[in-house]
């Protein structure tokens, strides 16, 4: 990968890192009201529900962007972590934070799949 791809990528990282935590900033905290109605106390839980994995993503996303981030400044960007093969420029287009080639990705989504959690998963396999 040519340097100026590297500066492009740590770009694109630093922008969406950047739109990540406005999203962050923007957030209802959680709020939890006594409800009397039932269907009330069931719409309330499912929406705080929703909005807890919402921002359960946004702060994971965060963490693998900061990761992208950090292994341009180790030179170490765009180089799988699992087999040490180059990353192809085409699934960085895709992921920019990816941090594992195509085959290595889905051994680790299949590992975790099979260890029900055991594992962290990508990070959004292209």
Known sequence: MTEKEVLQFRFILEQELAALDSRARGRETLEIANEADPLD?????????????????????????REAISR????????CERCEEPIPVKRLNAVPWASYCIRCQEAVDRDHHEHDGDLEPDRAAA
């Open 72 to 79: 341009i400044h180790n030179g170490s960007y765009g180089e």
């Open 41 to 65: 106390v069931t719409q309330s839980a499912a929406a705080r529900d929703f909005e807890a994995g919402n921002i359960s993503r946004i702060a994971a996303k965060g963490r693998q962007i």
